[in-house]
């Protein structure tokens, strides 16, 4: 079946640091690939996504590729911001209707 | 902008009781998800439904059920809480059913069964 692993967290930063989040999936086919986002007291949110080999989704500064020969799409944003602290779910979409989530990674960005 | 509302934020029920969540969205979506959140687990499918009347299991369905009477409405039922139901369930709607389409997500529900 279908599988999303994630680094594990915590992640601390200082502000402007760069982050990394890996993701790394397996999965039959070609899956659409995201990254959600979870604010303290809220739910899930889309940050980006991408749908084919090669594509790059972007969004506030944050970007991740879809790389298929290394089943990967890992999370990056070139200088964090303190509003940027919350949980980052990556997630597929590979077949009809279920989306597989990994589990979190919980980043503290400390001014 | 997509709206998927819960109707609690926090719940507390007993050991036993009979529990619904329920959620509502405003755009007219086909699918309808219900996930609970754990620490270390991160989303695990409970439930989802494809159209109105129409259902299926997720990862865990055990101990729950789910309606979907209406388009727009999708409950989720613990026919008996127990303890280890104690979670933060999530509900989300999505436009389509090919894998390019995004989940909307509501606030959640915190509930604790003591």
């Known amino acids: 079946g279908n599988s999303v692993t994630q680094m594990e967290g915590p992640v601390t930063l200082s502000e402007e640091a760069f982050l990394t989040i890996n993701c790394t999936y397996t999965a039959t086919g070609y899956p659409s690939l995201f990254w959600y986002v979870q604010y303290p007291g809220e739910g899930l949110q889309l940050l980006l996504k991408?749908?084919?080999?090669?594509d790059k989704g972007s969004n506030k500064g944050f970007e991740a590729t879809y790389r298929k020969e290394t089943t990967s799409f890992h999370l990056e944003k070139g200088s964090v911001q303190v509003s940027d602290s919350a949980v980052y779910f990556c997630?597929?979409?590979?077949?009809?209707?279920?989306?597989?989530f990994g589990t979190g990674t919980k980043l503290q960005v400390i001014p | 902008d997509v709206k998927v509302t819960q109707s609690s934020r926090y719940l507390v029920k007993r050991t036993g009781e009979k529990v619904f969540l329920e959620c509502v969205q405003d755009m007219d979506h086909e699918n309808m998800f219900w996930y609970r959140q754990d620490p270390g687990l991160g989303l695990r499918l409970i439930y989802f439904s494809y159209d109105v009347k129409m259902k299926e299991k997720g990862d865990i369905p055990e101990g729950y059920s789910v309606s979907r009477e209406k388009k727009e409405r999708f409950s989720l039922i613990l026919e008996s809480a127990s303890t280890n139901q104690t979670s933060m369930y999530l509900c989300?709607?999505?436009?389509?059913?090919?894998?390019?389409?995004?989940?909307?997500f509501g606030p959640g529900t915190r509930l604790t069964v003591t």
């Open positions: 989300a709607s999505r436009a389509g059913s090919g894998g390019a389409y995004e989940q909307y």
């Open positions: 997630a597929l979409s590979g077949g009809y209707q279920k989306v597989t």
């Open positions: 991408a749908t084919k080999a090669d």
